[in-house]
C-alpha cells in the first residue's frame, strides 16, 4: 500500500469530512394519540409505542399500568 508522502493540511481534512456529519432523525406526532395531550416523537413507518397503533390500525396490544392498586 502507498504511504502519503506529505501531510494533509486541517483544512484540506475537513473540507473532506464536511459530509460526514449525523442527521437528525425526522420524527412525527402519532396521529391516534397524539389529541390525548401525550406528544411522543415517533419515527416514520414505525408503531406507536404508546398506543400500538400503526396507520390507523391497531397492530400490537400495549400494556397499561395501573396507577393505583386496589386494596
Known amino acids: 500500500m502507498p504511504n502519503p508522502k506529505r501531510r494533509h493540511s486541517n483544512t484540506r481534512t475537513r473540507k473532506r469530512r464536511t459530509h460526514d456529519l ?3 432523525r ?5 396521529p391516534t394519540c397524539a389529541s390525548r ?3 411522543v416523537p ?3 413507518h414505525r408503531v406507536c409505542p404508546v398506543c400500538g397503533y400503526y396507520r390507523g390500525r391497531a ?3 400495549v400494556k397499561t399500568k ?3 392498586k386496589a386494596k
Not at 26 to 30: Q, Y
Request: with cysteine; glycine share 0%; charged share 30%.
Open 42 to 44: 415517533l419515527a416514520r
Open 37 to 39: 395531550d401525550q406528544y
Open 22 to 24: 449525523m442527521e437528525v
Open 66 to 68: 395501573d396507577k393505583k
Open 26 to 30: 425526522a420524527t412525527t406526532a402519532c
Open 59 to 61: 397492530v400490537i396490544q
